[in-house]
Nanobody, 124 residues
Framework: QLQLVESGGGLVQPGGSLRLSCAASGFTLSYAPIGWFRQTPGKKREGVSCISSSGGSQRYADSVKGRFTISRDNAKNTVYLQMNSLKPEDTALYSC?????????????????WGQGTQVTVSS
């Protein structure tokens, strides 16, 4: 079945870095845009970043622009989210998902095949 699996989360200090991975099985990742989202208890899920099927187009939430970088390695069927200069406000469960459209969007309503998520905690 179609499945996305996230990894790479953990506990880091403010200013630190993490690289999250979103690995696909059951489909070819290059066929669709992929988005990264995050959610904390009591807050609505936020679109963090998305990347087109080719990797040529990217979008970022204003809150992470300049600090996070999304990329994909279609040969490895994996999308990455490099997170630098992490802040406590970045603490969340990070999930990836596949877009139902051919262009990437930060609107979670157009995504499916959600992964289980990987926890990122930024704290001293």
């Amino acid at each position: 079945q179609l499945q996305l699996v996230e990894s790479g989360g953990g506990l880091v200090q403010p200013g630190g870095s993490l690289r999250l991975s979103c690995a696909a099985s059951g489909f070819t990742l290059s066929y669709a845009p992929i988005g990264w989202f995050r959610q904390t208890p009591g807050k609505k899920r936020e679109g963090v970043s998305c990347i087109s099927s080719s990797g040529g187009s990217q979008r970022y939430a204003d809150s992470v622009k300049g600090r996070f970088t999304i990329s994909r390695d279609n040969a490895k069927n994996t999308v990455y989210l490099q997170m630098n200069s992490l802040k406590p406000e970045d603490t969340a469960l990070y999930s990836c998902a596949k877009s139902t459209y051919y262009t990437c969007s930060l609107n979670d309503a157009v995504y499916n095949n959600w992964g289980q998520g990987t926890q990122v905690t930024v704290s001293s």
